[in-house]
């Protein structure tokens, strides 16, 4: 385990040296804040419910992505940041960071982890559209690591989880028929 902290340190630390400029010091941090709370993919979820108000399918496509970052929050939030409890790599590293401290711990990227799960959803929905979800999703875990506050496992991580959260929310709704008499 200690040999993998070593490796997930020093690509970090690369990442950060090899794309480091004043251009994306100012950029990283406010696509980062699209991220906090969840509160970018909550609001698309609200936007999806209001559309449900002309188009009963949007409905359903809003509380799937609610469900999916309901489920994925307590997958990575409640279990695994407890579970793990793995330190923030500036305080393990000790370099400064762009962004105020962070009080959780870092394993998973909860950031990463639920622009995963609405990018999964929104694919189901829409393959263009969740193209680009995925296209922000990955930008989202980027900002991460740029900004120093996760490690590169973490970030893997929270796409691996949110992906499979999200997945696993979709078939469950689709399996127990939650859903059909909205179609």
């Known amino acids: 385990m200690e040999f993998?902290?070593?490796?997930?340190?020093?690509?970090?630390?690369?990442?950060?040296?090899?794309?480091?400029?004043p251009f994306l010091d100012r950029v990283m941090p406010l696509v980062s804040a699209l991220g906090?709370?969840?509160?970018?993919?909550?609001?698309?979820g609200a936007v999806f419910l209001l559309l449900g108000i002309r188009r009963r399918i949007w409905l359903k496509r809003g509380l799937e992505l609610?469900?999916?970052?309901g489920a994925n929050a307590v997958?990575?939030?409640?279990?695994?940041?407890?579970?793990?409890?793995?330190a923030r790599p500036y305080?393990?590293?000790?370099y400064d960071i762009l962004i105020p401290a962070l009080s959780d711990a870092s394993f998973p990227s909860g950031h990463t982890s639920a622009a995963f799960a609405a990018a999964a959803v929104i694919y189901a929905i829409h393959c263009k559209w969740g193209l680009l979800a995925y296209g922000l999703a990955v930008l989202m875990g980027f900002?991460?690591?740029?900004?120093?506050?996760?490690?590169?496992?973490?970030?893997?991580?929270?796409?691996?989880?949110?992906?499979?959260?999200?997945?696993?929310?979709?078939?469950i709704l689709n399996q127990r028929g939650i859903f059909c008499r909205w179609e």
């Open 143 to 171: 900002s991460r690591l740029y900004l120093g506050v996760h490690f590169p496992t973490d970030v893997l991580a929270g796409a691996v989880i949110g992906i499979c959260v999200a997945k696993a929310v979709i078939h």
């Open 66 to 69: 609610f469900l999916a970052l």
């Open 36 to 44: 906090n709370g969840g509160f970018l993919w909550l609001f698309l």
């Open 75 to 86: 997958v990575c939030n409640l279990i695994l940041k407890p579970l793990f409890h793995r």
């Open 4 to 21: 993998l902290q070593e490796i997930d340190g020093r690509l970090l630390l690369w990442l950060r040296e090899f794309c480091g400029n």
């Open 91 to 94: 305080a393990v590293l000790g």
